[in-house]
């Protein structure tokens, strides 16, 4: 059973601080990587991908990747109230079609003004 | 229109109705997907489409039918359902290969009563 674990939360941060969320996977043959943002009734949107080891930054958000450890991890950076939501980790699994996703159950994010 | 589209946004039915969900994506993926979202339940993969064809039926009740005319439009036929079949649906396409994420579409919230 290819798993992804993540602390459903709620982590709370005040507005400003940095965000940490974290994310471990079970499948070692995982290459690709992917955190979705989901507001509350809303669908999933892509907000970071990384596929190598290392850090990965865009704008407030940095996605860090270490195989080896089998964890991913996304920082927020400058948190704001509208960062507010839960957040899916997504592993990619090695198979034929490079289809199939495994998704953590989330961690609620909470910015507190 | 672009991305991913799903109608209806809120559908109501009774444990003996028949409806349909459908979904288009005007993106020019290959891949088509069905979610299910339940409350406080991690995404739960329940069909794969690859070009057109069925490659993945994660042990789905038959009273959920899908039906993948071509590769841009996806449908998801209803018949029978049980009260705790309400839940978020979901509709997702992607490319194949190891580096192309999910654009979800908005999906649709189903009560069935």
């Known amino acids: 059973q290819k798993e992804v674990e993540q602390n459903s939360g709620p982590l709370s941060v005040p507005e400003g601080a940095i965000a940490s969320l974290n994310c471990t996977y079970s499948d070692r043959g995982s290459q690709s990587f992917f955190w979705y943002r989901q507001y509350s009734g809303k669908s999933p949107e892509l907000i970071m991908s990384i596929y190598s080891n290392g850090d990965k930054e865009d704008g407030r958000f940095t996605a860090q990747l270490n195989k080896a450890s089998q964890y991913v991890s996304l920082l927020i950076r400058d948190s704001q109230p509208s960062d507010s939501a839960t957040y899916l980790c997504a592993v990619k699994l090695l198979d034929n079609y490079g289809q199939n996703f495994v998704f953590g159950p989330g961690t609620r994010l909470s910015v507190l003004p | 229109e672009t991305g991913v589209t799903q109608t209806p946004r809120h559908l109501v039915m009774g444990m003996t109705n028949k409806k349909s969900l459908k979904c288009e994506q005007h993106?020019?993926?290959?891949?088509m997907y069905w979610y299910k979202q339940s409350a406080k339940k991690p995404l739960e993969l329940m069909f794969v489409?690859?070009?057109?064809?069925?490659?993945e039926n994660n042990s789905v009740p038959s009273r959920f039918s899908p039906e993948c005319p071509n590769s841009s439009h996806l449908f998801l036929h209803l018949h029978t359902l049980q009260p705790e079949d309400s839940a978020l649906y979901l509709c997702?396409?992607?490319?194949?290969?190891?580096?192309?994420?999910?654009?979800f579409g908005s999906g649709t919230r189903l009560t069935v009563v």
């Open positions: 997702a396409s992607s490319q194949l290969g190891q580096g192309y994420g999910y654009t």
């Open positions: 489409y690859n070009f057109k064809e069925q490659t």
């Open positions: 993106l020019g993926h290959n891949a």
